[in-house]
Every structure is written in C-alpha cells, then in structure tokens.
C-alpha cells in the first residue's frame, strides 16, 4: 500500500512538472537550432568575401547542413521513438554546439583579412527607383603588381566550415521528430496542439535572434580587436567588407549546449496527462510496463518498417505533396539563400542593414499566418479538403504577386572599366516514418542541389571579381545587376509555377475521396460509412488475434 502511495506520488510530480519542463526545453532547442541555422543563411556573403570562394561554393557550403541531416532522418524519425528520446535530443543539441565551434575556428588559425585596393570616387547615379543604390563610381585596381609577388597555396580553411555545417545538420536531426513524439505521446490529446505551438513559436523566435545577431555581427569588422579600424578604408557598405562573422557562430555554440543539459535529467517515457485518480496511474503504469516487455519480445524494430514504406510509396497524395514540396523547396531555399547578396547588390545596402530588413519585414508575416492560419482551422472546423484549397488558392495569389517584385528595377552601379569609360502528415502509426519520409526527399533533391546550381548561376553574372595576391581570382565584387535580378527572380517563380501542377492534381484526387472529420451528403454514404467502419473493425480484432497468437507462440518456442 505504501508502495503503491509513493508511486502515485511520483507519477503526479512527473506529469506535472517534468512534462513542463520538456516543453519548456524542446522550445528552447527550437528557438537554439534555428537561432544557428538563421545566422548561417544571414553570414554566408561574409563567408564567401572572407575566403575569397565563388558563390556555387559558397551554396554547397550551405547545403551540407542537408546533407548531415539526411544522413540520419528517416532512422531517427522511425527508430528515435522507441529509443530515450530526451537523452538523443540533448546529444543532439550538443552535437550541434560542436558544428557552430568548428565554423568558427577558421578566424582564429588564419592570418588577418586583406582586401584588395579599390578607390570610391564620388559622383551622381540616375535611378528610377527609390530603393535603388546611391553610391558613386568605384576604380577597380589590383591589390599588387604580379611580377613582384610571391605565389601563395590558396587557403582551405572554408572546409572547417563545411564540416561545421554538416555536424550541426546531424545535430539537428532528432530534436524536431523525436520532440514532437514525445509531446504526443504523453500529453493530453486537447493540449496536444496548443503545446506543439508553444513549441512552433521557440522556431520563429529563433530566427528573430539569428538575424538580429547576424546584423551585429555584419556591422563590426572581421579583425577588430587585432587592427585599428580607425585605418580602415572601407565601410560596410563596401563590397570587400567582411563582418565578425566568427562571433555569432561562439554565441550559437554556447546556447546550443546549454539547452542540452535539461534533458539528460528528463526520463524516457511519463504518464498520460489527465490521470487523476490511483486507479488510472496504476493501470497506466502497468501497460507501460506491458509495452516495454512486447517490444523485447519482438524480433526487431524493423518488423514494420518496410511495410509503411510500401504504403506512403503507393499513396499518390503523399507522392505528390513530395513532389510539390521538392520543386517549391527548389524556389524558396534559392531566394532565402541568397536574399542577402541579392538586396546588397541591388539596392547598394549594407549586410547589416539587409539581414536586419529581412527580419523585419518577413517574420511579422510567418508569425501572423501562424496565429490566424490556427484560428480560422478551429473556428471554421475546416477539413483536410478544405485546407487543401484554401492553402493552394492562396498560395496562388501569393505566386501572381511575387511577378511585381520585377517592376522594382535598378541600373548597375558606375563601376570604372566594367560598366563605364575611365574618368578619373497519411495513417497515424505512419506518421513520423511519414514525415521523415519527406523531409529527407525534399533535401536531397532541393536542399543539397538548389544552392549549389543557383550559386553557379548567380556567378555567371559576375562583372568583377576580386583579386588576390598574385593576381589570382578571388569572390566577385561587382555583378550584372539586369542578370542577376532575372534569375534571382525568374527562376524561383519558374519552379513554383511548375509546382501547381501536381497541386491541382492533389485537389482533383481528394474531390473523390471521403475523408476523416466531413460529413456524409445521404443516408447512403452514412451507412456505407457505418458498414466500412465495422469491416474494418473486425479486420483490426482478427489481425490483433493473430499478433497476439503469433507472441504466444514466440513466448513458448
């Protein structure tokens, strides 16, 4: 009796307090991995000047965060559930602190920044638009003479970064799938959804500290602290500048492991939320104890895993919201990767300034389209057809707007010798397999591909390119402003348009289907309704009958 006393005690503390406190350490995981994922995007223009690399590169650097992430994705999405799942998310966290470390030391083992010497003279530049640049003509000229140079290995150390990058994505890879799980699992079912949005709230935070950090670090030079930056012949606003970029890659690396500790004190699984009286946490406790010895009387945690994998592979829904999200993840990590460069080059902006803008003027939105997108499902009761064509009409209006961003024109800057003359979620236990499922698709052939070939792209506009010691080629300076704003623009809206393709295809497929939670137009489908239900329920006892036949013979062999 005693014992009994104690162990609902225990459960109480439990429910309440440790479910509180994985929320509150899941949302701060969330708020730490996009914090370092916002201020990589933000920094990847100062990497590029820093290491005096070419933009494709630069998009590949980028894109190994994917690349370590899918290497355990669908595993960890699949298999991470029926494993300690606080104890991998917090390795996790950590994992990522050591990804921002290692992209830092690059600062600390090379020798000081040089640019290149360039003289701004000023001078006037005609523009039609207020938010074009309204700088003067710049002379280009060569750091030094070649023929009294000494030749130089050109530096390597971008590789610290990538292998950063590649760490932090394998960090990364637990915290979204085996968090969320565990929020389902052990939470009420009503308080599900307003947790998880707590949870969804740490993941637009973040990137309000990401870009706010970024900006700062933009705005102070690489080398202050070791050079007097009263010396400095640039400016921020210069194409040479290169921002503190290491700083913020620290700061990501001590927040991150920091929000690993909570959950290396927090157990694997908790009782149910909502059991209130003795005889609810006994039995909750006792089939936690049943779960536990079934899973060790399986012959592995692979017995399913292929099954579910031919059902999402034969569900054309599914397949085809993969399909939308590859080539519309092909459009947005494109323009979000390099939005920074675009708006510098642009609009003449400093990459303070624009990393500040872009947080500014994009997060409002995203946070509002949260908020409202949740009310209106709850007030309306909206079904998943319904949600279907309010989320692909709206994001067609949305793709017909994007075509005004074309009409915001800029000349090229005045630039001596360039540009003018010299003069002076499917089925419920398929979920998590599902959504693992799907974001390893959309990185492989969006995430990894898209930065890499946009790069290129984006450095076949180049007019100048930066010049090293020995008069080798280093970062591009100066781009086609007409070029650049084509395929900046015109390409991100060509994937998306070929994107509504597949979507209209999705909606015609659902306008045939019955679905969950929509309701029955005549006393016939009702019945049909009825009739399927207690089909299927007879199936689910003979099918339960079997396992359970099947453990029992297992038991005695």
Not at 531 to 555: A, F, G, R
Request: one cysteine or more.
């Amino acid at each position: 009796m005693a014992e009994n006393e104690k162990r609902i005690k225990t459960h109480r503390i439990r429910c309440l307090s440790k479910m509180k406190m994985f929320l509150l350490a899941i949302t701060c995981a969330f708020v730490s991995k996009t914090l370092s994922g916002s201020y990589m995007n933000s920094m990847l223009t100062q990497i590029e000047r820093q290491f005096n690399i070419p933009t494709s590169l630069v998009g590949f650097i980028n894109g190994s965060f994917e690349i370590g992430n899918l290497l355990l994705i669908i595993f960890v999405s699949y298999f991470g559930t029926k494993l300690h799942r606080p104890i991998l998310i917090g390795v996790g966290c950590v994992v990522m602190g050591l990804g921002c470390f290692l992209q830092s030391l690059p600062h600390f083992l090379m020798e000081r920044y040089e640019y290149e010497s360039t003289v701004s003279v000023s001078g006037n530049l005609s523009s039609n638009s207020f938010l074009c640049m309204e700088n003067g003509t710049q002379i280009i000229r060569p750091t030094e003479d070649p023929s009294e140079c000494v030749k130089e290995v050109k530096s390597l150390m971008w590789m610290y970064v990538l292998v950063g990058n590649i760490i932090r994505g394998i960090g990364e890879t637990p915290i979204m799938p085996l968090g969320i799980s565990y929020i389902e699992d052990f939470a009420k079912s009503e308080n599900s959804p307003l947790y998880i949005g707590f949870v969804e709230t740490g993941a637009i935070i973040g990137p309000l500290f990401g870009l706010s950090l970024a900006s700062f670090c933009a705005n102070v030079y690489v080398d202050t602290g070791s050079v007097n930056t009263d010396d400095l012949t640039i400016t921020p606003t210069d194409t040479r500048w290169v921002g503190a970029w290491w700083f913020g890659f620290l700061i990501c690396a001590g927040v991150n492991v920091l929000t690993a500790i909570p959950f290396f004190f927090l157990p694997k699984w908790l009782p149910k939320e909502g059991l209130k009286s003795n005889a609810d946490i006994i039995k909750n406790d006792k089939e936690e104890k049943q779960r536990e010895e079934v899973k060790k009387k399986k012959d592995g945690i692979t017995k399913d895993f292929l099954p579910f994998m031919k059902s999402l592979l034969c569900n054309p829904v599914y397949m085809l919201f993969i399909l939308i999200s590859i080539i519309q993840f092909n459009a947005f990590v494109n323009m979000f990767t390099f939005m920074p460069k675009y708006l510098e080059q642009q609009h003449g902006k400093s990459a303070s300034d624009v990393i500040f803008l872009i947080g500014i003027y994009n997060l409002p939105p995203i946070c509002i389209g949260y908020i409202a997108g949740g009310l209106i499902m709850k007030k309306f009761k909206i079904t998943v057809k319904q949600a279907a064509h309010i989320a692909c009409w709206l994001s067609l209006t949305e793709y017909l707007l994007h075509f005004l961003c074309f009409l915001m024109i800029c000349d090229n800057s005045s630039v001596a010798g360039i540009t003018t003359t010299y003069n002076g979620c499917i089925k419920p236990e398929e979920k998590s397999l599902g959504v693992g499922l799907h974001t390893f698709c959309t990185r492989v052939f969006a995430g990894i591909p898209a930065p890499i070939y946009f790069g290129a792209l984006v450095d076949s506009t180049c007019l100048h390119w930066g010049t090293l010691k020995c008069g080798e080629s280093g970062a591009c300076r100066i781009y086609d402003s007409a070029n650049f704003r084509y395929i900046y623009l015109g390409l991100p809206a060509a994937l998306r348009g070929l994107s509504y393709i597949p979507a209209f295809l999705i909606l015609n497929i659902l306008k045939n289907r019955h679905l969950p939670g929509e309701n029955a137009s005549s006393g016939t489908m009702l019945t049909e309704a009825k009739t399927t239900k207690k089909e299927n329920e007879c199936k689910d006892m003979d099918q339960n009958s079997k396992v359970l036949n099947d453990n029992e013979l297992k038991t005695k062999l």
